[in-house]
Each structure stands twice: as C-alpha cells, then as structure tokens.
C-alpha cells in the first residue's frame, strides 16, 4: 500500500481512529476528519507521525453538504502540498453517531440528524470527491451488524445503514468503468464511545453483549482496523459490492 493515500471520515476517534492507525502502518497516507474533537485530532497526527507517516486532518461535518464543494477544494490542495499527489486512493465513510431513540419517541430532528450522517452525507460526499478518487481506487462504507442483529431503539439508526448497503451494490455496478471496488463492513457491538459508551464502560451491558458473541467478547477498535486494512489490500481485490459482517459472530 506505500504511496496510497486515503481519506476517513471520522478519523480521530474510535473505528476511524483504528482503522487510520492500521493503515498508516501500512504505509498510506492518511486525510482525516473530525467534527469537535481537535485534541484527539491532534493526538492521532502525532501518532502517525511518530510512525513515520504523513498525515492531514481537517474539519467536517458530514450532515452539512454545503460544506462540500469547499472541503473537496481543500482536501486537493492538501494532496498536491503535503501527499504529492492528484488523486487519493481510498475513501473510507466511517463518521456518524448513534441515536437511541423507540419509535414511539422519535424526534423528526433525531431522525433527519442521523439520515444526514448515515445516508445523505455519505452519499454526496462520495459524489463531491468523485474526481479526485484514483481509478483502480476503493470505496468503504461503514454499516453496521443492527442491520441483521435487532436490539429495541436503534430502527432508524440501523434503517440507515440498510440503506448504505444497498447503495454500495449500486456504487460498485456505477463505478466499474473505472474500476473502483466498494464495500462496506458491517462492525457487531465494539468498545468504543458509541451510544455513550456503554459496551465498552457499563460491565453488565459488556458481559450481555459478549454473552451473544460467538467469540466470547465484545469487540475492539483495532478489531476492525485490522480487518479494514485487509479489505483495502490488493489480496482482497474480487471483492466487490459486498457487506462484510465484522462482529466475531454476534447472534449467529
């Protein structure tokens, strides 16, 4: 992967934290961004380049597309100046938030809030940094397992990332021409600071969650860093169009 570069939304916390620091170490450069948390946006910039590696990040929120255009000029200019490079490698859609909320309660704001992050977000970012995605180049979208594992409270979350999946099959079919494969992942219940935090900080809610896993324990960030960085390789280049659940067997 030496030369490659890779953009990642949501990269200063969590899944995209891990995923940025795999790939790193893999030699990729990475374009990261954050929506409030500038420390750990700093903190990860350090990291990877203690490592050796080149890093960028910048400010995004997902939810607000016009925002775009300018991202995407700034997101050029940061290849050219810091990457060398016209074109990146890989887009990895990984930002979002979790919302609990029963569809008895359900806010029309919670509900626009989360379609714009899982869905219309990603979407037409896609869309904006189309142009500047290397042909031969891959696509990732982050689903998640509440598409097949239901738990009361996350509908229109997981609602959303239904959609995601199916919207990578149509990305891959679109986007053959010029040989950009897209997946997602589809990541079980992970210790991270989704929904508060509570699988990775409340024991109950742990010993519950690892209870339903085939491997006997929640998973970990790096869990699906790893796995990402798998997906995006050479090895993995039939795959196409494809979910990929990462969950060590939730409920199976």
Request: hydrophobic letters at 45%.
């Amino acid at each position: 992967m030496t030369n490659q570069v890779a953009l990642i939304t949501g990269a200063s916390r969590g899944l995209g934290r891990s995923i940025a620091v795999h790939l790193a170490k893999h030699g990729v450069g990475i374009i990261g961004t954050y929506l409030s948390a500038s420390k750990e946006a700093d903190a990860l910039t350090r990291e990877i380049e203690a490592l050796g590696g080149k890093v960028e990040m910048i400010a995004l929120d997902v939810r607000d597309t016009a925002t775009f255009p300018t991202f995407a000029a700034t997101v050029a200019e940061k290849l050219k100046t810091k990457f060398g490079a016209e074109r990146f490698d890989f887009l990895v859609n990984n930002a979002g938030h979790g919302i609990h909320a029963p569809l008895s309660d359900v806010t029309e704001e919670q509900f626009d809030s989360l379609i714009d992050a899982h869905l219309r977000g990603p979407v037409f970012l896609t869309q904006k940094l189309l142009p500047l995605i290397a042909d031969g180049g891959r696509i990732l979208n982050v689903s998640s397992a509440l598409v097949r594992v239901t738990i009361a409270g996350y509908g229109i979350y997981a609602a959303t990332k239904a959609a995601m999946q199916t919207i990578t099959k149509f990305m891959a079919v679109e986007l053959g021409a010029r040989q950009i494969r897209v997946n997602a992942i589809a990541p079980g219940a992970i210790a991270t600071d989704f929904g508060g935090g509570v699988v990775r900080d409340d024991e109950n809610v742990n010993a519950y969650v690892a209870g339903t896993i085939a491997l006997g324990r929640v998973g970990q960030p790096d869990d699906v860093g790893g796995a990402v960085a798998a997906i995006l390789s050479d090895g993995m280049g039939w795959a196409n169009g494809t979910t990929f659940d990462i969950s060590g067997g939730q409920a199976i």
